[in-house]
């Protein structure tokens, strides 16, 4: 039996903040073309947000005939979509200063446990062994997002539905939240742990709303989100965010820590954060190394030069 499983994406370059490239890539393949126009006119509505609101590009998929579904997945439900000839989009980490991106998956091999990603050249796909991308996965609570027509979703079996709905209502919620709408995310998201208690997402999402109003109940949301998944990376780095704002840096630094070591490549500014709350600590040596480390994940940091100094200071 043929140990690679593999499907063929069409190699596709435009993108934008509301078509991010995966949508686009994923949409082509099914033979539908989105309008970029389209997407950038949307786009206007998010006027200095950093990165790709991916809803957008899920809403503009569905009204030109696509239908979708976001859900917590594993390693078997995702070879079994490529098996299927359905190409999954993921969440994962990101790298630099970018906290996570949506990565489209083309593919597996079964005798090398490897995991194929999507790349927009031609006969190129990156490699990710199984192991460590099962590790990154988790820790956005092995969130995937499927574009299909319609006619395919009776074959897809989804053990539950509540958590697919729940799991839209965060997308929707972040959508709101990036206009402004911060009373009517913070509803949805408030809805979404309604319908699934067990969504990490949610209560991360609620937390990180709270944390913006320096409400003392994110602890309480992004402990929940801790507990129902345990390498939910973005819920640490939230509590070290909440406790450097409040100066209680003993507890920021711990929580900063949890974060790194769950994954110690995902975020450069956590290191420069860490270094504060040591150097508040008069911990100078290690703020110094963690100085360091974000410049080295980092190099082209807009504040290098005042990381630098700091370097020498401390």
């Given at each position: 039996m043929e140990s690679i499983h593999t499907l063929s994406l069409p190699i596709v370059n435009q993108e934008n903040a509301c078509l991010p490239l995966v949508i686009n890539a994923v949409s082509k393949y099914w033979a539908v073309d989105l309008p970029l126009a389209e997407a950038i006119e949307i786009a206007k509505k998010y006027a200095g947000v950093k990165g790709s609101i991916l809803i957008e590009g899920v809403e503009l998929a569905e009204r030109y005939g696509l239908s979708s579904?976001?859900?917590n997945s594993s390693m078997r439900e995702l070879r079994k979509m490529i098996d299927m000839g359905i190409p999954p989009i993921?969440?994962?980490?990101?790298?630099?200063?970018?906290?996570?991106?949506?990565?489209l998956i083309v593919g597996y091999d079964e005798m090398e446990k490897t995991i194929f990603h999507y790349i927009p050249e031609p006969d190129k796909i990156g490699a990710i062994?199984?192991?460590k991308f099962d590790q990154q996965w988790s820790e956005d609570d092995k969130l995937m997002i499927l574009l299909f027509?319609?006619?395919?979703?009776?074959?897809?079996?989804f053990e539950n539905k509540t958590k697919l709905e729940s799991n839209r209502l965060c997308f929707n919620a972040e959508k709101l939240r990036l206009q402004g709408k911060v009373e009517d995310a913070l509803h949805l998201l408030k809805r979404a742990l309604e319908i699934n208690p067990s969504n990490s997402t949610a209560a991360c999402l609620v937390a990180g709303i709270l944390n913006d109003t320096n409400s003392s109940d994110a602890i309480k949301y992004y402990k929940q989100s801790i507990e129902l998944n345990p390498q939910c990376y973005l819920a640490?780095?939230?509590l070290g965010n909440y406790y450097i704002k409040i100066r209680d840096y003993k507890n920021a630094e711990k929580y900063y820590t949890a974060a790194v070591n769950i994954n110690p490549q995902r975020f450069a500014p956590i290191?420069?954060?860490?270094a504060i709350t040591r150097l508040e600590q008069k911990k100078s040596a290690l703020a110094k190394e963690d100085f360091k480390k974000?410049?080295?994940l980092l190099p082209d940091a807009p504040d290098a030069a005042s990381i630098m100094q700091a370097i020498k200071e401390s």
């Open positions: 579904a976001i859900l993921v969440i994962l980490p990101g790298i630099r200063d970018v906290v996570q991106h949506a990565s062994p199984e192991e027509p319609s006619d395919i979703m009776s074959k897809i079996k640490y780095r939230g290191y420069k954060n860490r974000y410049l080295e």
